[in-house]
Each structure stands twice: as C-alpha cells, then as structure tokens.
C-alpha cells in the first residue's frame, strides 16, 4: 500500500488518478498528466507508461506485453482508501499507530487530535461514538452476509461436484456391464444374420421345387407325346401289315414296309429326344453332387444323406428358436425374469433403506443470519433497557417505564427462542442417532457427525446401487438361460457336422459359410437323381420297343429276300442312316 501525503494542491488526486488510468482507461482523469509506473509481482516486473489522450503501454520483463487483467470499473473503488478510513478510532493497534504517523505528517509534526481532545473537550463525543460504532457494526454485518452468501454459493458448487463425482464413480461401477451387455448385443446380431440366412432357405427350396416340377411335367408331356407317337406307330404297322396280307402284292407290300420304316424313323428320334433329356439330367445330377460333396468323387448314399437331414433338422430348431426372441429390441424390453436369490436379496435391502430415507429430515443447510440476528435482538433489548433506566433517573417516567417494558419483553422473548432452539437440537440429535442406528443394522458405515443432507445422499447411492445389482443379476440369468438353450442346439447341429466328418470325409464346420449352400443342395441332388433314373428307365423300355418293332420289320421283310424292290431298298438304307445318325448323336451327348 502506498500512502500519498501532502498540502492542499500538491497533486494527490491528480496522482491517484493518473494511476488509475493505467489499470482503468475509461474512467476520466480530469486535469492533463503523463505517468510513468513499475510494479512488481513476485519475480515479473511491470513497466506502464501512458500520455493524456492516448493509450496506456505495459512492458513485462522489459518485453511489450497486453495489460494485466484487472476486475471491472465499478469496482476500482474497493482499491482506494481515505485518511477517515485510515483514523477510525475503532481500529486495531497498527491502525491506530498508521492514523498517529498521518496525522503528525498533515498536521507538521504536531498530534492535533490529542491537541484537540484536550483543550475542547466535546459532551457529544459519547454520541458520536456510539453513531460511530454503530455504524461500524452496520459495516461489519453486511460483510459478514456477504460472506455467508459466498460460501453458500461454495456449497452449492460442491454439492453438485460431490453429485458429479457420485455419478461418474456409479458409471464406473456399471462399466463391466455395460461391456457384457454389448457382447450379448453382437451375439444376438450374428444369431440374427444366421437367422436370416436361414430364412432364404425355405423360399431357394421353394424355387428348386417349382423348376423341378416344371421339369417333370415337361418330361411327362413329352413321355406322354412319346407314347402316343409309339401307338400311332404301331397302329400304322398293323394297319400296313394287314393290307398287305390282304392284297398280297408287292406294291402294298412295299407301301407297308415304307410306312413301317417311317414309323421306326419316328420312335427312333423320340427315342434320340429321350436320350438327350436323360444325358441333361445326368449332367444335372452330377452338378448337384458336385455342389453337395465338393472334392469328393464318390457317390452321396443314403448314410450321408441322412446326415445331412439331420443337420437341417439342428438348423431348424436353431432358427425356430432364434425366431422366439424377435429381435434384440424385446430383450431390451425386460421380459420376465427367472428367480434370482441375489436379486430378491439386494431388492429387499434396497426396500429396506428406502423406507429407511424416508425418516431422514430435510437438510435445510445452516441459515447464515440466525447468530447474528439473535444477538443482535438481544443487544437491542438490553439498549432499551439501559436507555430505560437512565430516562427514569433523568425524571422522564413515561419514556423510561416504556422503555424499559420493551427492553424485559425482548430478553423475555430471547430467552424463550434460546430454550427452543435447544430443544429442536435435541430432537433432532435424537432422530439422527436414531438413524445412524438403523443405518448400522443395514451395513451401513456413518459417521456420528454426518449432516442429513449426507446420510440422505449416502442412502440414495446405496439404493441405486442395490436397484442396479438386482436388474444386473436378473439380466445375465435371463441370458445364461438363453446362452444355454442355443448352446445345446448348436451341439446338436456340431454332432451331426461330426457323422459327415467322420463316415464320409466332408470337412465342414458351423461357422462355415458354404453350409447353407450344402443344405440347400441337398434336395436339388435327390431330385435329379431320380429324375435321371426315371429317364434311364424310359429310354430302356423304348430301346426295348425299337428292338421288338426291327424284328418285327425283319420278318415282314424276309419272304422278298434278295429280290427286293428298289425302293424298299432305299428305305431299307435310309432306316440304317437314320439309326447311325441317333447312335451318333446319343455318343457324342
């Protein structure tokens, strides 16, 4: 603190506020004036330097630097002091001692004050120090407020840091949760695209079902065109051979032979149309053995085949069961829970300590303005007393009497306010070891001088932390039963992978891709292999046909012999192409 003395227009003011213009540039300075300052802080040093009209300049360790932070214009007057606030009477010793150097220094060296006090005496100093002190108090009580409201504020902001701590612990403890809860998620998300790969299978069976009912209703049309062609054939050669026996020439001879050949011509390129047919479904047999059995050469039997029904017979249930949970939205959704003694425990201490925090009072927080109001009552009351009775000494009754009425009711009233704060702080001593009590019995470890404000806090955590252990263990009991469900179905469909493994070599395994591939070929390979058969048996029984109606051509043609028409033997050489041409053709198909 620096003390600027000196007479009356020395340039005090003029030097308080050529300094004030370095830290506050916007408050007027009045006269003109140039200033140059150096503070130091610890181990910076400031340098400031500022002419009328223009900015002030700061140098920082003899570096230019922006100005120090200051607080705002209306508070620049909380930094400056007068001389009556330097010689208060009421001040302390240094106070006191700084007052005595200030007034020697204004006075030239000559204590004015005690000067003063000795040859005018005042009968009005008692007043005026009285208005003095009262004013002091006055003083003193409104920074004391202002301190209580700092430090509620304080309290404020360390309740909600105290809050913010709570909560960030109570996420930490929910951390190995919540990381549970997203391996079950990406369980249940592959489980769902499982799920939906085999959802396709129905409708890819569905399709191979309607081509191959296609397929065969057209191999049946065709049998069918095939039979008819045959009969019609035959009909022809029955027809042919009996008006030849009738007429017996060798034109109608050689007319019934020609219709013969053309009716063998005719069943042999059905028979060609039958052998192409059988050869695509051989190819397509072969293909969906390939598709079913990669890598392996040898023919899928029966054993394998049951296998594999098997295996789709676990994928079934697996998606049926998956199917049950629809989605990982209804698991969020809390359905019902099986039994958990862990649970039904920690439910029953969370009750427990609920209706324990109901009997906690309400923590109103200290009130900042109860002490001192209620000395300050009191003081007021023994003033009116006092005044009381000096008036009665002084013969003015009437004042006096009212005075010293007001003053006794005042004690009264303080007293009996004094003996019901006493007994409300019983009271309430009572109720909280009461419940220090029953927090004790409860597990709970409190401290004797715990605020309400803190049992009540420490008994919420320990609800929410109760609530969250019970919906935890109700949560992972609800998927150890799932996780077991899905476990033995998948052993069921690995024990099959394992048959296919072990008996026919097939090296495949759950996670493999291409199983869904082999399920859903499995049908397509049955399929063709009975078509194929069904094929092999009709192109037998029309080789068996053509055998029958060659000999039966044969004999018709043997009583000519070698004496043979020409055009029957141009048939006869046709009818032989014709044969190469199908052999030719069935070969290279």
């Known amino acids: 603190m620096n003390i600027i003395t000196g007479p009356n227009g020395s340039g005090k003011s003029s030097l308080t506020r050529a300094i004030r213009s370095l830290f506050w540039p916007g408050i007027p300075t009045g006269a003109p004036f140039s200033v140059e300052a150096r503070f130091q802080d610890e181990a910076i040093v400031w340098q400031a330097a500022r002419e009328d009209g223009r900015p002030a300049r700061w140098w920082r360790d003899g570096e230019e630097h922006p100005a120090p932070t200051v607080p705002g214009e209306p508070l620049q007057r909380c930094y400056e002091m007068g001389i009556l606030d330097l010689v208060l009477p009421s001040g302390g010793e240094v106070e006191r001692q700084l007052a005595a150097i200030i007034n020697r220094e204004i006075s030239g060296g000559v204590d004015l004050v005690a000067t003063a006090r000795t040859l005018f005496p005042d009968r009005r100093t008692l007043a005026t120090r009285r208005q003095r002190n009262w004013q002091e108090a006055r003083r003193l009580l409104t920074e004391r407020q202002q301190e209580q409201r700092r430090l509620a504020a304080e309290e404020r902001q360390l309740t909600e840091l105290r809050r913010q701590s709570a909560a960030g612990r109570q996420a930490a403890d929910h951390l190995p949760w919540w990381r549970d809860f997203v ?81 063998l011509a005719t069943l042999e390129q059905r028979r060609g149309n039958t052998a192409a047919e059988r050869v695509r479904a051989e190819a397509r047999l072969e293909q969906a053995r390939r ?34 949970k629809e989605g990982l939205d209804n698991l969020l959704q809390w359905p019902e829970w099986e039994t958990d003694p862990r649970a039904e425990g920690a439910a029953a201490r969370r009750d427990h300590l609920r209706s324990l925090l109901l009997l906690t009072p309400p923590d109103r927080g200290p009130v900042p303005w109860l002490p001192g109001l209620f000395w300050l009552s009191g003081l007021v009351a023994l003033i009116a007393l006092g005044g009381g009775v000096w008036e009665i000494l002084d ?35 009572a109720r909280q070891g009461e419940i220090l009590s029953a927090a004790q019995a409860a597990g709970l470890n409190l401290d004797q001088d715990a605020s309400p404000a803190e049992i009540a806090r ?58 869904l591939n082999l399920l859903q070929a499995l049908p397509r390979y049955r399929a063709a292999r009975d078509e194929a058969a069904a094929l092999a048996a009709e192109e037998q029984q029309q080789q068996e046909e053509r055998d029958r109606l060659l000999a039966r051509l044969g004999a018709e043609l043997a009583p000519f012999g070698e004496d043979a028409p020409p055009d029957l033997a141009k048939a006869q050489a046709a009818l032989q192409r014709a044969r190469r041409k199908v052999e030719l053709f069935r070969e290279r198909q």
């Open 458 to 515: 420490l008994l919420e955590e320990q609800i929410a932390l109760l609530s969250t252990t019970a919906t935890r263990d109700q949560w992972r009991a609800f998927l150890e039963g799932r996780r077991r469900a899905l476990e033995t179905d998948t052993r069921e469909a690995t024990e099959a992978l394992a048959r296919l493994r072990r008996d026919h070599g097939l090296a495949l395994e759950p996670a493999d891709p291409d199983l």
């Open 395 to 429: 013969g003015r009754w009437t004042l006096g009497a009212i005075l010293v009425v007001a003053g006794l009711a005042g004690l009264g009233n303080l007293g009996g306010a004094e003996g019901k704060r006493r007994k409300n702080r019983s009271a309430h001593a």
């Open 183 to 263: 391996q079950h998620a990406e369980a249940a998300e592959r489980m769902g695209t499982l799920q939906v790969r085999l959802a396709s299978f129905p409708a890819a069976m569905d399709r191979v079902h309607a081509d191959d009912a296609q397929t065969l209703s057209r191999l049946q049309r065709e049998q069918a065109a095939n039979r008819h062609a045959q009969e019609e054939a035959a009909d022809r050669l029955q027809q042919a051979r009996a008006a030849m026996l009738e007429q017996n020439g060798p034109e109608a001879d050689l007319e019934s032979v020609a219709r013969y050949c053309e009716a």
């Open 291 to 324: 598709d079913l059995a990669p890598g392996q050469d040898r023919e899928i039997g029966t054993p394998a085949a049951e296998a594999y029904d098997q295996l789709a017979r676990a994928f079934a249930r697996l998606a049926e069961r998956e199917g049950r």
